[in-house]
């Protein structure tokens, strides 16, 4: 019987994750498939409850349910306990499980570089920095920082995962060797000419990882490059935290240049 996998959220909009699925299936051959599945807020709990009567094999998880499905598993990996969210259900021992890959794809690239500075600064405080926040710490960072335009935001993170809240404004000031942008300045529409870093304020070698890959090359990204930083698009973050989901589902690993280049033609 095919082996069922898809994604839930609201409004679900246009995501790449049915191709990066559908594609490793195929490329692996395997018999499963990968759908979109836009489910309503008030629709969660029975969309779980179908979940279980039709073992579904995996669910990728996305705004606005990260949170909300939580109670509704059977258990949570410590990583997204820690998190306070979740991106993938999978199925262990007759268990429904929720894991956060948001974590282990920020991590990826990062884990890749030769050398990481001592102090990495995230820029934002929603769910994609707790995720940036709590990828930094498995790497062993010394001193994460996050800034926020509404400190509050930013302290209440900085509470929850052991980092420490700047001041917005102060965000270029602090020495950082390794910024992350998880806001939505320079994504396309309304914010692509945005950016959340002055073009003079780089230092070479600093690195520079923005979690927006539409466009591929956000102004942060294209900036910083131009100013001898290391830079990593969240064309990679997407591709890892795929790429988890789907050992999770399957045990197995489709080709990541493969799938990197898959990703690469559909966003060009
Ligand atoms: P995500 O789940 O992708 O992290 P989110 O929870 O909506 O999304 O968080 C978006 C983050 O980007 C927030 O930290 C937000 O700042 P506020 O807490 O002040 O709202 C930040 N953000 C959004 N628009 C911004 C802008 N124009 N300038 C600076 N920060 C912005």
Known sequence: MTARHGII??????????????????????????????????????FIDRVREQSIRGVSVTIP?????????DRLTRRAQAVGAVNTLF??????WGENTDVTGLAAPLRALEKLPDTALVLG?????RA????????????ILV?????????????DLSARAVPWETRMDQGAGLVCNTTPLGMSGELLDATPWDALRFTPGMIVYDIVYNPLRTRLLREAEAAGCVTVSGLEMFLHQGLAQFRLWTGREPDEAGARALLLNRLA
């Open 9 to 46: 959220g609201w409004p679900l909009g246009h995501t790449l994750s049915p191709a990066l699925h559908n594609w490793g299936f195929a490329s692996l051959g395997l018999d499963a498939d990968y759908q979109a599945w836009p489910t309503r807020p008030d629709e969660l709990a029975g």
């Open 65 to 73: 349910h990260k949170r909300t499905v939580m109670p509704l598993l």
């Open 91 to 96: 199925w262990c021992d007759g268990l429904l």
């Open 125 to 129: 405080a929603g769910g994609a920095a």
């Open 132 to 143: 940036a926040v709590a990828a930094l710490a498995e790497l062993g960072m010394p001193e």
């Open 147 to 159: 800034a926020n335009r509404t400190p509050e935001k930013a302290h209440e993170l900085a509470r």
